[in-house]
Nanobody, 115 residues
Framework: QVQVVESGGGLAQPGESLRLSCTTS????????TGWYRQAPGKERELVST???????NYTSTLTHRFTIGRDSATNTVSLYMDNLKPEATAVYSC?????????WGPGTQVTVSS
């Protein structure tokens, strides 16, 4: 059984940085896509970034925040680095792992940016 777990959320002040981690365990295929999504209060969930097992990354161009996604294949961990945080980055950030046939979600981690 595949499990997806996020970590690294919390409270940050504007201008600070946070790193979120998404760790996958279980029987995974060689190729799959990992994506970070977020859902702000009162808004729909939106895609932030994705990365393949071959380290090809994509970002949602409409987002004004600075994000960097990275994969550590040795630990099955995908990290989302968020720099210069702004209050509008406040949301629940969730990790999704997509194979050819299945989609797995983690429970999400709360990020709150406030002074």
């Amino acid at each position: 059984q595949v499990q997806v777990v996020e970590s690294g959320g919390g409270l940050a002040q504007p201008g600070e940085s946070l790193r979120l981690s998404c760790t996958t365990s279980g029987n995974m295929p060689r190729d799959f896509l990992t994506g970070w999504y977020r859902q702000a209060p009162g808004k729909e969930r939106e895609l932030v970034s994705t990365i393949t097992t071959r380290h090809t990354a994509n970002y949602t161009s409409t987002l004004t925040h600075r994000f960097t996604i990275g994969r550590d294949s040795a630990t099955n961990t995908v990290s989302l680095y968020m720099d210069n945080l702004k209050p509008e980055a406040t949301a629940v950030y969730s990790c999704n792992v997509q194979t050819a046939t299945q989609s797995y979600w983690g429970p999400g981690t709360q990020v709150t940016v406030s002074s």
